[in-house]
């Protein structure tokens, strides 16, 4: 491994649904773990976004 290899920048964690998981080590799957939490509050407050602007637009039309 060279100097520069060192300085990329390194990718972001990610988790393919499916994926093997048997050569993955405690610390590995925790940060996994950790990744998907972190994915399911974002998708959560996104929907409840999209909720709240449907029920503005809902509240709308009915008046």
Do not use: C
Request: net charge negative; proline share 3%.
């Amino acid at each position: 491994m060279s100097f520069i290899d060192d300085e990329r920048p390194k990718k972001p964690a990610t988790h393919e649904l499916g994926s093997d998981l048997s050569m993955l080590s405690v610390d590995e799957l925790e940060s996994r773990i950790d990744l998907l939490r972190q994915e399911i509050v974002r998708l959560e407050a996104e929907k409840e976004a999209k909720a709240a602007g449907r029920r503005a637009a809902d509240n709308l039309f009915r008046s």
